[in-house]
């Protein structure tokens, strides 16, 4: 996790520069780090890409992107940020490297004193996955990779073959330690307290094990479709796109085992250690669905069966977990928006209590926005009578003094500059999670429809359970409000 070391002198290379993914995410985060004063003191951004860009062009293009997505140009140091941009076109390729071999020369030569030559050397990959190999090649053959980072965007692979292939070429030019695969969940200042929140705090570290714990639901429902992004997610789906990657980093965060310290070294093993705990996948344990009206869609197929929906009960065994289902799902077109974590603990038994509330006896964790902790309790309604309630105690994280919130591209951003890995995958920990969903994607269960605005096939809430999905609950039972129960 980050200290407050400042990064070394950079050259950042920024490859697909003026794509969807730069100008949503990446751009917005340097200028954030540069707004609180987080940069190394001395930098050059090279922006890189197929098309001619002039250096005062691309500084414009990035202008635009900073009034569009923020934080807006006028509200940090925009005239000292854009003189640090670069823009080397031609592309770049193991036989044609463009002009980027020149600008990176150029960006060194225009650092102060002798700072550019031993600054630190950052390829950031935000181009599509098909384009990893041959830039990691060129990375290789143009002998930009010695002492280099190399900053690969997901997915780190699109099926357990590609990403063993995948794998195999970044180790034949990249040594493990110089690669940060970039997982943003991983990133995001709710999942980052999910540990912090066990192994700080014996009240919660005491609790978290199937002794005191019935289930776990790791829960992404998204309201917005696929139209911007279409012919993409049709080859792709749910499970590829959030389950093995998503789904499966939060389930190892929340699963690990003690690391032996809070280095990156060490938690990175943790999290392996789960996924390499986690039983295959059975197509038995999970509910696949597509959104009515997908195939509606400009970009897909007219009988596509992909995924646009996945809930899946997963096992984790390990003695501290075994028994105890994981229950994840996420997808499109769904009945609201939510990022949350949440241990469903066990009903005290015995308890002189009866008719004990839904909603009680559950620890959330909100990874959306700038996070939140919500600890469900069952508790007297005040009064006369002996009347239960289910409430909940909310913390913020905006709420915590003394805390400096960042997105969590500029979280991850700011790890890369500093070389810290501890909240990036590793090789060994992608090749457990592609191995565990090898099953599933070799004998999947059919796909089943949904309405757009609903919460999935039926069959995922019979897959959860009697205690049902936490999110959306109300909607589902067509209940709203407190539930009350006497003894």
Known sequence: MSDATTPPPTVFVLYGATGDLARRMVLPAFYDLACRGLMPEDWRLVGNGRGDVAHEDFRGHVREVLEEFGPHPDEGPWDEFSSRLLF???????????????????????????????????????????????????IGEHDLADGATVVY??????????????????HEVLDEQQVFRIDHFLGKEGTQDLHVLRFGNALFGSAWSRDVVEQVQVDVPESLDVADRAEFYDATGAVLDMLVTHLFQVTAEVAMEPPASSSAEDLQAAREEVLAAVRPLSKDDVVLGQFEGYRDIEGVDDDSTTDTFVAARVWVDTDRWHGVPFLLRTGKRMGGDAQRV????????????????????????????????????VLKKPGPEMALTATSAHLSLTDVEGGHLLPPYAALLLDVLRGDRSLFTSSEGLASAWSRVRPLLEDRPEVQPYAPGSWGPAAADELAGPRGWLVGADERRGEHGEDDAGS
């Not at 044609?96 to 650092?111: E, N, Q, T």
């Not at 692979?157 to 970044?170: M, N, Y």
């Not at 066990?346 to 209590?353: F, G, M, Q, V």
């Open 88 to 138: 080397a076109g031609g592309g770049f390729k193991t036989d044609d490297p463009g002009s980027l071999l020149d600008v990176i020369a150029h960006a060194r030569s225009d650092m102060r004193g002798d700072t550019g030559e031993r600054a630190n050397l950052v390829h950031y990959l935000a181009i599509p996955p098909k384009a990893f190999p041959e830039t990691t090649r060129a």
């Open 342 to 377: 949440s241990l469903v603990l066990r009903r005290p038994d015995p308890t002189p209590l009866t008719h004990l509330p839904e909603g009680g006896d559950v620890l959330t964790f909100d990874l959306a926005g700038p996070g939140a902790l919500d600890v469900g309790l």
């Open 153 to 170: 965007e997901k997915p780190f692979g699109t099926s357990p073959d590609d990403f063993a292939e995948l794998d195999h070429l970044v």
